[in-house]
């Protein structure tokens, strides 16, 4: 692993350094977790207001079940995003594997295939199931490509999105992490700002 930068430990210090390295980038990487989807009225699963806690999970395979916007982070002009968990916005065919938008709310019940008619369930990673190996390979090309990368809201514990950072970090990219308290990650880090996501990020873009 590359040494780490000599920064300052004061905040302040550290915000400029992470405002500078970020203009300064040809590329960025960002890992969001539960933190900016809470922050944007999004609720979370996990948590003493978790969802799991007040639904069933089959309550939870609709998006009027705790979405009412569409995929926040595509409407905020994201580009090349990797949803590891999958979208609720999409189904997926038990049948054929088809994937398709939809944004039906209520969705009908039970859903049925356009193309061969089988039934269809969303298409999100639920409990015991795998990521699909091709989100995860280009989540990993993302952190040994990228110069800046920048991770908000995330516990990291949770893996393989936990490993991002010190994939990043041994290919020489400058880390950011911005949550409210401090990961397994943050001694890896090269600036840890602390606080919520609506309040780091627009400090760090002003």
Not at 85 to 94: A, D, L, Q, S
Not at 133 to 145: G, L, M
Not at 181 to 201: F, K, M, Q, Y
Request: proline share 9%.
């Amino acid at each position: 692993m590359p040494p780490r930068r000599g920064l300052s430990d004061t905040p302040m210090d550290g915000m400029e350094e992470a405002r500078k390295r970020l203009e300064a980038a040809g590329s960025v990487a960002v890992l969001t977790g539960a933190g900016i989807s809470a922050d944007s009225g999004v609720p979370t699963f996990r948590g003493p207001d978790g969802l799991w806690r007040n639904f069933r999970p089959e309550e939870l395979a609709t998006p009027e079940a705790f979405l009412r916007d569409p995929g926040l982070v595509w409407e905020a002009g994201s580009r090349n995003v990797v949803e590891l968990h999958g979208n609720i916005w999409k189904v997926r065919c038990t049948a054929c594997g088809e994937v398709s938008d939809n944004r039906d709310v209520p969705i009908a019940i039970p859903p049925h295939c356009e193309k061969c008619g089988g039934l269809l369930r969303p298409h999100i990673v639920w409990f015991g199931e795998s990521l699909d190996p091709d989100d995860v390979q280009a989540a990993f090309d993302a952190a040994e490509s990228c110069e800046v990368f920048l991770v908000v809201g995330t516990s990291g514990v949770v893996q393989p999105a936990a490993s991002f950072v010190s994939v990043a970090r041994r290919a020489g990219a400058f880390v950011i992490e911005a949550n409210l308290d401090p990961t397994p990650n943050t001694g890896i880090a090269d600036v840890h700002l602390s606080g919520r996501a609506a309040e780091v990020l627009p400090a760090l873009v002003p």
